[in-house]
């Protein structure tokens, strides 16, 4: 009982009146999410979805993130001892836990308040309202590190405006709560020093209308500054270059740019996507692209068969030599194989989009999801 | 409140229920339910999709994205949903501007790359693959690209020589010269050979000069002449030292590039359409229009320097034929996108017959789903498989085209003109069949399927009148069939092998095993071909006999010759589908494809009275065919959505009746 105590201490549950507030409780790791973490997070989900006590869950983070994603670490070392269904495993519950946020029939209301990394992203950008703040620090850069942007990511990057979810999720750029809002990734832009009177508010609630809750927040409201230098305001060569068919026209249309005028913003978005895993590029910008014509459930779906073939590793092991060289060696010194764009064949890619070859392997297979609000069916 | 508590009160009494907290959701009748969350999923649909549209998949949904991601293509929200689609309420004017800037937009994102530069069967697809798409969102901006691309690119391509390719390929992949295609004009549209326009040459100058002799000689109907382009591809009879030798194709210019009309060209409006609003149909006359030698497209004949007529072809009717067959990839293109617009038809209405309930069976029962109702499945599912079969046809058409060879040129051109017609006459007998499964939801704009009859209308007549197009395919094959006899030769090719063998023989009694057996759906198909071509040939000769012409017996032999051009087309497809069914494992793929292809081929025997009429099925035999496509009803009804979904078509590329049309009518929408 004891080490389900501590494991349940992972994920902290406040309950004020009709609202539940899930507080996650690994500061020392960011949040990550390790797997406990999912599995209460999905019980709690499933349980306060039946409650008619419960009309509201407010999601966020101890300390100074929201949640800085997957504990991908623990992913690689059971990989590492030759174990891959065991990281199969992780991202089965974590993408089940991303579908019922995507169609949860009760209102979430994310605080984003820090760190928001891939799988942070996952349990706070398909709920139905994130609150950003000025110490937001949002990106998806699985490619820097041989994976892809997944838990749900092929669906809300694709539905950004223009192609700016190809840039978030090819280069992993990151953005702060005024970006957030923006673009659209966040819904309401909240100072951190009233975040407090935010929840106090909040728990007063005892409905789920989604009208009544974002009034609420919109009390505490700020208009906040978008900087000169923002990603956002570069729309204009975003559509241009990331529009492209493939990752090789993106690269030549950026370079295309970049020599007409000289631009740091350019040329670092250059080299950020020459340092990616040349594989993660093509496998993510594929999934952003099929996702753009998917809903969250096929996404889901293609997303577990993806990171199935990428913890596999049979067209390409990145995924364990981007952890390697990021996470555990620390030499930020990746040897990514194929080690350039040109090697990599279409066959390649397709096979990251084909069933798994294994017996023992299963689809993702969601959970049926009946009598939902419009705002949930819209998603599926 | 008041207004709420009142809607609530009407509501329950007219449920005949007690009040209850929310009556709206709780009643089956009236709330929405996804049909993806009841509906049966036997087969993978991505696989099936693959089978569909057979190549440049990821292409496709790229160019989908693209359209979907820009604010010029109209994306509107409904119920949550996003969808794209041109706001078909602007002024004629004003859509014609839009298709110009959509262009724009995709040419700078890279679509049109190679469309014209690159070669091989790989370009040609992805090119096909690409135009597909842009027609799923837009017939208006399908065919202004037809025309700039496969029209004037294509006349460019196949009756210019390298002089012309080097000039004018590039600057017309880039948009920096604006094509059209003047063919047609008001007194000849099918008849090409007969336009009155004519062209001289100048020796002393080294030029042609273009004239419209007559009112009649007006250029119509030619796409892009009214506002945009220019440059056109004129037709015109050439005539030589006072002799004509026939229809021959040049290149004029008829604005600057500021948009002027140059001199002695008139330019005039063909003015507001019941569709395809969106392209700037003009008119044009000539009036000595003096042109540059080198601008005769000269493949195939050429004016020398002094005005010598040179053509390798000696025979005028033969050199006609050669100029004319690159221009199947008209027809090609036509009979795909009516495919497409047929699938986008059925998708919405299948969609919305498995949301949208009507009458109950008992008094205060729930309302039954639409396409639970037996009629409604009569209705829209052997639609359904025979839009499969001539995506297979669709499919096929399009492998021969960029295959094609010397060799290959007639069966090119009697399969593309017989598919062009049927494909698009099954495209608007569909989308009227659909817009009334629909019922009101039909006519609005928004739910395109109403909007889509006038859209494709046009696709019967253009490239080719369809009637004119069967006669030509009843023709050919009663070539093959006197060539046949007068050689004492076996037949070889258009599928007329058949022919060689013993007649098929249909049994007396037919059961459901047989029915639904390939073979015996061949054989019957066979049947009928072999007999209409027979009596066909035989009437004609009788004719003949009389002392009539042979042009005149065709034409009095009407009847027979459409008998015999819809007996070749449906052959035709039916065995494209079974060629496609052979390449597949056995599975639940296989097996659905195999209910549609009965489907198919039985309701085809329904609606052809030849069947009875010529007694290749016994009134009982008829009679079982029907029964039997009831039952394939029921069978393919678990599929439907599964079916449609298969079609790949985005979402947001449907419609809001598609899917939660109670939200997208909600009153809270109306409000912004």
């Given at each position: 009982m004891a080490s389900s105590l501590a494991e349940e201490e992972q994920v902290l549950v406040e309950e004020k009146l009709y609202a539940r507030t899930l507080v996650l409780n690994r500061p020392r790791q960011l949040n990550a999410f390790s797997f406990q973490m999912i599995s209460r997070m999905l019980e709690l989900f499933v349980a306060y979805e039946e409650?008619?006590?419960?009309k509201l869950v407010i999601v966020k983070g101890k300390g100074r993130a929201f949640c800085a994603g997957g504990d991908v670490a623990a992913v690689v070392r059971d990989l590492n001892q030759g174990n891959w269904k065991l990281g199969a495993n992780f991202f089965r519950k974590e993408f089940t836990l991303n579908y019922l946020i995507a169609t949860y029939s009760k209102p979430q209301v994310s605080i984003l308040n820090g760190i928001v990394f891939g799988g942070g992203a996952g349990a706070?950008?398909?709920?139905r309202f994130r609150v950003a703040t000025e110490n937001l620090v949002f990106a998806m850069p699985e490619t820097a590190l041989?994976?892809?942007?997944?838990v749900g990511a092929s669906y809300f990057l694709s539905r950004l405006p223009g192609f700016f979810g190809e840039y978030l999720g090819l280069t992993g750029s990151r953005l702060d709560g005024a970006e957030m809002l923006a673009c659209g990734l966040a819904t309401h832009f909240v100072p951190s020093t009233r975040l407090s009177m935010l929840e106090e508010a909040l728990c007063k609630v005892d409905s789920s209308d989604p009208v009544i809750i974002s009034a609420i927040i919109d009390k505490y409201t700020q208009q906040p500054h978008l900087k000169?230098?923002?990603?956002?305001?570069r729309m204009d060569v975003i559509d241009k270059c990331f529009s492209r068919r493939t990752v090789e026209q993106i690269l030549s249309a950026l370079e295309e740019e970049a020599t007409n005028k000289k631009d740091d913003w350019i040329s670092s978005t250059i080299q950020t996507l020459k340092k990616a895993s040349p594989m993660s590029l093509k496998i993510s910008l594929r999934s952003i692209r099929e996702g753009r014509l998917q809903g969250i459930g096929q996404c889901l779906v293609r997303e577990y068969r993806m990171v199935s073939h990428v913890l596999r590793?049979?067209?390409?092991?990145d995924f364990a030599e981007g952890c390697r060289a990021l996470?555990?060696?620390?030499?930020?010194n990746p040897k990514w194989e194929?080690?350039?764009?040109?090697?990599?064949?279409d066959s390649m890619v397709n096979q990251y989009f084909?069933?798994?070859?294994?017996?023992e392997w299963e689809e993702l297979k969601l959970p049926a999801r009946t009598n939902l609000p419009v705002s949930a069916i819209a998603k599926l | 409140m008041e207004r709420v508590s009142w809607r609530t009160q009407v509501l329950s009494k007219h449920l005949q229920q007690p009040p209850s907290q929310s009556p709206l959701s709780s009643n089956p009748c009236l709330s929405y339910s996804p049909p993806e969350l009841s509906e049966?999923?036997?087969?993978e649909t991505k696989e099936m999709r693959e089978i569909l549209d057979a190549h440049n998949l990821q292409d496709r949904d790229w160019l989908f994205g693209l359209i979907k991601q820009s604010g010029l293509f109209n994306p509107r929200n409904a119920g949550g949903r996003v969808f794209v689609s041109p706001?078909?309420?602007?002024?004629m004017e004003q859509q014609r501007e839009m298709t110009m800037k959509r262009i724009g937009y995709l040419l700078d994102r890279g679509v049109?790359?190679?469309?014209?530069t690159d070669r091989g069967p790989e370009a040609e697809m992805r090119k096909f693959a690409f135009h597909e798409v842009i027609g799923i969102y837009d017939h208006s901006l399908a065919v202004k690209l037809g025309v700039h691309f496969f029209l004037w690119g294509g006349a460019i391509q196949f009756f210019g020589t390298k002089r012309h390719h080097d000039k004018w390929l590039r600057d017309t992949e880039s948009y920096a010269v604006k094509g059209c295609f003047a063919m047609s004009e008001l007194g000849h549209g099918s008849n090409v050979?007969?336009?009155?326009t004519v062209t001289t040459y100048d020796s002393n100058s080294g030029e042609f000069v273009i004239n419209t002799?007559?009112?009649?000689?007006q250029k119509y109907?030619?796409?892009?002449?009214?506002?945009?382009?220019?440059h056109t591809i004129v037709f015109s009879q050439l005539n030589i030292n006072g002799k004509n030798q026939g229809v021959h194709a040049f290149i004029a210019q008829i604005r600057d590039d500021d948009g002027n009309v140059c001199p002695n060209i008139r330019l005039a409006d063909c003015g507001h359409k019941?569709?395809?609003?969106?392209v700037d149909n003009g008119r044009i006359w000539f009036d000595n229009v003096r042109i540059p030698?080198?601008?005769?497209?000269?493949?195939v004949a050429d004016v020398s320097p002094d005005g010598q007529y040179l053509s390798a072809i000696k025979n005028p009717d033969q050199r006609f034929a050669a100029f004319l067959a690159p221009l199947t990839s008209g027809r090609v293109t036509i009979a795909v996108s009516a495919v497409y617009s047929s699938k986008v038809s059925l998708a919405i209405a299948i969609r919305y017959s498995l949301t949208r309930r009507a009458f109950?069976?008992?008094?205060?029962g729930p309302e039954v789903l639409l396409l639970d109702y037996p009629s409604h499945q009569r209705r829209l599912l052997p639609l359904l498989a025979k839009t499969y079969a001539m995506s297979f046809a669709a499919n096929y058409l399009k492998m021969i085209y960029v295959k094609r060879t010397p060799e290959t040129n007639k069966t090119l051109h009697v399969v593309s003109s017989a598919f062009k017609a049927t494909l698009s006459w099954h495209n608007m007998r569909t989308l009227q069949e659909c817009r009334e499964a629909c019922g009101?939801?039909?006519?609005?704009?928004?739910?395109r399927i109403g909007h889509m009859k006038g859209e494709y209308d046009v696709q019967t007549t253009f490239e080719g009148d369809n009637n004119v197009l069967m006669q030509q395919v009843s023709k050919a094959l009663i070539g093959e069939f006197v060539a046949a006899q007068k050689t004492k030769k076996p037949f070889k090719g258009?599928?007329?092998?058949?022919?060689?063998?013993?007649s098929p023989e249909i049994p007396s009694h037919l059961t459901s095993s047989t029915l639904r057996n390939s073979q015996f759906q061949m054989d019957a198909f066979c049947l009928r071909e072999r007999d209409l071509l027979k009596r066909f040939a035989a009437e004609v000769s009788q004719y003949q006999k009389q002392g009539e012409s042979k042009e005149y017996s065709f034409i009095l032999s009407y009847q027979l010759a459409e008998d015999l051009g819809r007996a070749f087309s449906e052959k035709a497809i039916l065995q494209t589908f079974s060629d496609v069914e052979a390449t597949l494992p056995a599975g639940s793929l296989k097996d659905v494809l195999g209910l549609l292809r009965s489907m198919y081929a039985l309701v085809c025997m329904e609606e052809d009275a030849a069947f009875l009429r010529y007694g290749y099925l016994s009134p009982d035999n008829a009679a079982a065919v029907r029964k039997e496509v009831t039952k394939l009803c029921s069978e393919l009804r678990p599929n439907a959505l599964a079916l449609v979904s298969s079609?790949?078509?985005?979402?947001?590329?449907?419609?809001?009746i598609a899917f939660n049309w109670i939200e997208s009518n909600s009153w809270s929408l109306t409000q912004h």
């Open positions: 409650d008619s006590n419960v706070s950008i398909h709920g041989g994976l892809f942007p997944d000169d230098k923002s990603a956002f305001l590793g049979e067209v390409s092991k996470l555990v060696d620390k030499d930020k194929p080690s350039k764009l040109e090697l990599i064949s084909s069933k798994v070859d294994d017996e | 049966r999923f036997d087969f706001n078909y309420n602007q002024s049109f790359r190679g469309w014209l050979r007969g336009i009155e002799p007559s009112e009649s000689a109907w030619i796409g892009g002449a009214a506002n945009h382009a220019t019941i569709g395809l609003n969106g030698r080198e601008n005769l497209l000269n493949s109950s069976l008992t008094p205060n009101g939801q039909g006519v609005k704009t928004e739910n258009l599928g007329l092998e058949h022919m060689n063998r013993a079609f790949g078509i985005p979402d947001a590329f449907l419609s809001p």
